[in-house]
T-cell receptor, first 111, second 113 residues
């Protein structure tokens, strides 16, 4: 059964820092990996989707990489801003299966 | 614009009542999902549907029921059998297999009073 973990559980950084969020999964035969952002009391907003044949995806200041062999993905946020403060979740799916979600990393960017 | 609409945003349930949460999408997605989110925990799958008139139980289906009579709609009923229903409920949709990922609604917060 696929399990997803995220480290750290919480992170606090000063504005302007570059930071990395980590996601690990136990079954490396994944089909897709998706990173989401969740603001308090809100739904999930999709940030990046990496399909199994891809190694990374970029959107603005965000870059997500995927290493299937090691069962890891990282979300890199460049030049962090207070508006980046949110919980970041990763989710993976194996072929024909539903997405399995990690518990999230709660990020605080201090002005 | 295409998206998923969940209503109501806040819902209060008395002991012994059934309540229904609405989820409507205009993305033309075949698959729809219901998740429950509790503080400090990840998302847990309640029910999902890959096609109209068909649905399957997820990991925590006890005390919940769903229907899928239309492609656009996937309502969730929280029955009186659900002993701890206070939580944040999220609806999502995708094309079958999730090749392009999931799209989520804004959620419904259910509180037992």
């Amino acid at each position: 059964k696929q399990e997803v973990t995220q480290i750290p559980a919480a992170l606090s950084v000063p504005e302007g820092e570059n930071l990395v969020l980590n996601c690990s999964f136990t079954d490396s035969a994944i089909y897709n990996l998706q990173w989401f952002r969740q603001d308090p009391g809100k739904g999930l907003t999709s940030l990046l989707l990496i399909q199994s044949s891809q190694r990374e995806q970029t959107s603005g200041r965000l870059n997500a990489s995927l290493d299937k062999s090691s069962g890891r993905s990282t979300l890199y946020i460049a030049a962090s801003q207070p508006g980046d403060s949110a919980t970041y979740l990763c989710a993976v799916t194996n072929y024909g299966q539903n997405f399995v979600f990690g518990p999230g990393t709660r990020l605080s960017v201090l002005p | 614009d295409g998206g998923i609409t969940q209503s109501p945003k806040y819902l209060f349930r008395k002991e012994g009542q059934n309540v229904t949460l609405s989820c409507e999408q205009n993305l033309n997605h075949d698959a729809m999902y219901w998740y429950r989110q509790d503080p400090g925990q990840g998302l847990r799958l309640i029910y999902y549907s890959q096609i109209v008139n068909d649905f399957q139980k997820g990991d925590i289906a006890e005390g919940y029921s769903v229907s899928r009579e239309k492609k656009e709609s996937f309502p969730l009923t929280v029955t009186s059998a659900q002993k701890n229903p206070t939580a944040f409920y999220l609806c999502a949709s995708s094309i079958p297999g999730g090749s392009y990922g999931y799209t989520f609604g804004s959620g419904t917060r259910l509180t037992v009073v």
